[in-house]
């Protein structure tokens, strides 16, 4: 489970049934509204004034993308600097069964290469798949693999209340029809089809994969959030309360903000340009994500013994936010006949953007390697 989250479970006093004393007024100021952004160093006045907008509806959002699109893309980062020439992206909006726009993205490579593979990725909470991710694709199609990815509802581009999850069934289901329509592509025609999941995107992939058992190839996991560590668990009494007022209060940012990214780079640099992933939810959560988040980690932990796809597993051995107990459970419990679990020494959360360049790239080649093994004969 995200630390990120389950830290912001100390539920505030006027949540507790005992509190008997707070007035409505002082109740309804509890109901915080978006936190304001930091400046970000070294932009103009007016790209910050942009940065700064609110983000809740995803037209702001796309706004916001298309005017720090150019400056991401000079940002002085190994995944940027040293992308591979010649890859082949597209970008296009997808109507759901529920009427929302989904934001939906693929990276090819270069013309007359043939692709080894299709690989569909879930973004982390708050995250989305046009900022760093771009740079990760572009690395697994510089290697031969196309590369399909979608924000989903309440992320990113995609319609939605940013930070805002009703129901993470919906996340899956959401991400199983967009994810049929990319294999059902003429470029993907008899080729194996990988689910890629980072660390709430490890939930959407894993709950995608007990949905549809025969669907996929193999399922790679990120740091991924399957299970609520015992230290971080809430106690019940918090929980019922919790759940209580996610039903009067869904969309209610009740819980403190915390800085986490100490939690989630290693290398200090990287850290600071994160700042340039201005469309990332930072916010508060919100009670009906909190629960949804917990429910949908309950509901793994659950089932983990039916998961049966060729499994890679990647972790950061010093991950604070998604411990890597969690992985070796998931690795030990998962029926599958092939499995793999790699932890990486001194790696924190976001061993794929966060970490040292030869890191970073480490952790790329044995993603690349693994899908190779397993698409060679095929």
């Known amino acids: ?66 005017a720090f699109a150019y400056l991401q893309l000079r ?13 082949r992206t597209e970008e296009w909006y997808e109507r759901n069964s529920k009427g929302e726009e989904i934001f939906c993205k693929c990276w090819l490579p270069e013309v007359g290469v043939k692709i080894k593979a299709a690989v569909c990725f879930c973004h982390g909470y708050g995250s989305t798949c046009t900022f760093f991710f771009d740079g990760i694709a572009k690395q697994l199609a510089g290697s031969g693999y196309g590369v399909y990815a979608i924000d989903h509802p309440g992320f990113g581009l995609s319609d939605g209340l940013h930070g805002h999850i009703p129901s993470f069934d919906h996340l899956a289901d959401n991400a199983i029809e967009q994810f049929t329509k990319m294999k059902g592509r003429p470029e993907l025609r008899n080729v194996p089809r990988f689910l890629f999941g980072q660390s709430m995107g490890g939930a959407i992939a894993l709950k995608v994969h007990l949905k549809e058992r025969q669907a996929w190839d193999g399922l790679i996991l990120v740091a991924p959030m399957c299970k609520i560590s015992e230290d971080v668990k809430p106690p019940k009494l918090v929980l ?6 996610s039903t009067l209060f869904p969309k209610a940012k009740l819980f403190p903000k915390k800085d986490m990214s100490e939690l989630f780079f290693r290398d200090p640099s990287k850290r600071k340009l994160s700042e340039y992933d201005v469309i990332c939810y930072d916010d508060q959560t919100r009670l009906k994500t909190a629960v949804e988040l917990l429910n949908a980690t309950r509901d793994i932990e659950m089932h983990v013994d039916k998961v049966s796809l060729p499994l890679l597993i990647l972790h950061g051995a010093a991950d604070r936010v998604t411990v890597p107990n969690v992985s070796k459970f998931l690795h030990d419990q998962a029926i599958s006949q092939d499995k793999t679990l790699k932890l ?22 044995d993603i690349v390697a693994w899908l190779d093994a397993r698409t060679a004969h095929k």
Request: net charge positive; proline share 6%.
């Open 75 to 87: 940002l002085d980062h190994c995944l940027f600097k040293k992308a591979p020439v010649g890859i």
């Open 1 to 66: 489970m995200d630390r990120a989250l389950t830290s912001r479970f100390n539920i505030p006093s006027t949540l507790s049934p005992y509190h008997r004393r707070t007035s409505s007024l002082s109740f309804t100021r509890r109901l915080i509204v978006s936190a304001k952004r930091s400046p970000i160093e070294g932009v103009s006045d007016l790209m910050n004034r942009i940065a700064s907008e609110d983000l809740d509806q995803a037209p702001a959002r796309r706004r916001v993308r298309s």
């Open 344 to 365: 990486y020494p001194g790696g924190y959360h976001c061993i794929l953007e966060g970490d040292t360049d030869e890191n970073i790239f480490t952790v790329l080649n």
């Open 240 to 245: 019922n309360t919790l759940i209580l007022m």
